[in-house]
């Protein structure tokens, strides 16, 4: 993980962000999950867990940064 980036999950378009770069010149992205209303997620940076939204409250989803950095349906192994 790194140190110098902040996650999160807004609700407005349920869009996953992240600053990055340090305060000096921070960088923002914005990443679709295509999960609505999940109630939290855990990362590593490059995995993510997320509770899997409306009306799936309790179960979970894994995700992770693919190429061009969207996130895409994570590894089931």
Sequence with gaps: MNEKQVWFYFYTDFELGCISGGTREPNVTFMNPNISGSSGF????????????????????????????????????
């Design 42 to 77: 855990s990362t590593d940076g490059y995995h993510f867990l997320f509770d899997a939204g409306y009306g799936k409250h309790g179960t979970f989803v894994l995700k992770k940064i693919g190429e061009a950095r969207k996130i895409e349906q994570g590894a089931e192994d």
